[in-house]
């Protein structure tokens, strides 16, 4: 207690400013990368524990997918039970959640965000949703700054230095990507900062990083293995970033329709229900698309195009080409519904993994359609890994933190060039298409005047 009360004084006194950001930000990125392993391992063994259940019960002999139908829904209402009953709080979106709170220069997050967000988003992934873990741990990591800031007795100033700093502290620590972590405080949620925020932010990311490191290993989520393959020329890179950029936006208002729907219906149990069954009947015809879908994603990028369409009502292999792509084309529309509905109908999840699935996907049809039709020759592989950049760039309106999470996740550095190109055509397409278009705002601006319109 009286060390607690030396550091408060300390604090009071403002001493070193400077010195106490980096200190306490440091702090904050260690629990920041724990509870990003506590997030994966929750979603993994909830996953794994499902699977192993429901494989000794009859339904899964008559049809192994049947099963598939039921469990977004499951996830999406005990995820609504936690939220309404245990944690007292609505999580949904909780990106948006962040930024209501540094608008309305209100930085007292409650204590109980820091471990309910996590609970709740491995429930709805863990069950089948199709979405991200990056919102909820990004809306843990702000509560732990905040919390830490209050307990020290902090000005609001500093305060909502901790938020951004605890915010990107947990999008590093659930990529194990420390750039791309400091890159989302500083372009999704466009929070100011100086030199030594700065500073701050980056070494609580690293410490996020390295923290999840230590309890996952060196491993990479998306290993890129390929080698000896052709470049591809600058051109086709511009093509794809434009054909990504095209997708984005059609990925943006669809889940835009979505979300307005939901949000119109008057009772909230129709909302869960609508919600938790689409998901269930996407995910019976396309079962790659469980959870953040990363085994897929590495198989993508590596030329192997076998496991996407694997299994499933809608099951293909590439010897029909044609088909095939078909199928392609309708998982990237089916993504983004069973996305929206996993994150906006009482699930708790993230966005950004979807879009790098979807650049994975798009890529990959990208890549097969120019050889059918076309007869060029580009690699797969190489498609699909530029392709995440560009979907990322052109939904999330966040074109630099695309370049650098693609090529942190993967260990790509070598391609960072044709990343960045293709992040570059996509962005620029949406731009073109949508000039006052952003991640977060026009979202909810979107939102609102439709839901005027509808009314």
């Known amino acids: 207690m009286i060390a607690i009360e030396k550091i408060k004084d300390w604090c009071r006194r403002n001493e070193n400013r400077n010195a106490f950001i980096l200190i306490f930000a440091c702090i904050v990125g260690v629990f920041a990368g724990f509870g990003a392993f ?18 000794h019960i009859g339904i899964a002999r008559i ?14 209402l005990l995820a609504v ?6 944690a007292r709080c609505d999580m949904v979106h909780s990106t948006r959640h962040i930024v209501e709170y540094l608008n309305s220069r209100n930085y007292n997050i409650p204590g109980r965000i820091i471990f309910n967000p996590i609970v709740a988003c491995g429930i709805t992934l863990g069950f089948g949703g199709s979405a991200g873990a990056e919102g909820p741990i990004a809306y843990a990591g702000a509560a732990t700054g905040s919390r830490l800031g209050r307990a ?4 609001p100033d500093l305060l909502r230095i901790m938020i951004g700093i605890g ?16 890159l989302f405080t500083l372009e999704v949620l466009k929070m100011n900062m100086g030199a030594a925020p700065v500073i701050g932010l980056l070494m609580s990311c690293v410490f996020a990083s390295v923290t999840c490191y230590a309890f996952t290993g060196t491993s990479l989520y998306l290993p890129f293995s390929q080698t000896g393959i052709p470049d591809v020329p600058f051109h086709w890179i511009c093509l794809l970033g434009v054909f990504c950029g095209i997708y984005s936006v059609a990925y943006n208002v669809i889940t835009h329709g979505m979300q307005v729907f939901f949000k119109t219906r008057k009772r909230a149990w129709v909302t869960w229900l609508t919600g938790g069954l689409t998901a269930g009947v996407i995910l019976m015809m396309f079962p790659s698309i469980y ?18 369409l694997a299994s499933g009502f809608l099951s293909e ?12 084309a309708a998982l990237l529309v089916m993504k983004a519904l069973a996305t929206v509905c996993s994150n906006s109908a009482g699930g708790v999840a993230g966005d950004f993994a979807p879009t790098l699935f979807a650049g994975a996907v798009g890529g990959t049809l990208f890549s097969m359609a120019m050889q059918y039709f076309f007869y060029i020759d580009i690699p797969v592989s190489l498609c699909a890994l530029f392709a995440m950049s560009g979907t990322f760039a052109g939904i999330v309106h966040a074109p630099v933190m695309a370049i650098f999470l693609v ?17 570059a055509a996509s962005y620029f397409t949406v731009k073109l298409i949508h000039p006052a278009g952003t991640y977060l705002a026009t979202r909810n601006d979107d939102i609102a005047a439709l839901m005027k319109n509808w009314n």
């Open 38 to 55: 506590l997030l994966k391992s929750l979603i993994r063994y909830i996953a794994l524990g499902l699977h192993l259940g429901i494989s």
């Open 63 to 76: 049809n192994p997918d049947c099963w598939l139908l039921l469990l977004p829904l499951a996830g999406i």
């Open 81 to 86: 039970f936690w939220q309404k009953k245990v």
């Open 152 to 155: 020290l007795g902090l000005d």
């Open 167 to 182: 915010a990107g502290a947990g999008i590093a620590g659930i990529f194990k990507s420390p750039v791309a972590g400091m």
């Open 291 to 308: 959870g953040e879908g990363y085994p897929i994603m590495t198989q993508l990028i590596n030329g192997d195009v076998n496991g996407v």
């Open 317 to 328: 292999t590439p010897a029909h080409t044609l088909r095939f792509m078909a199928l392609l």
């Open 407 to 423: 090529t942190e996740i993967s260990g790509t550095f070598q391609y960072i060039f044709p990343i960045t190109l293709c992040a």
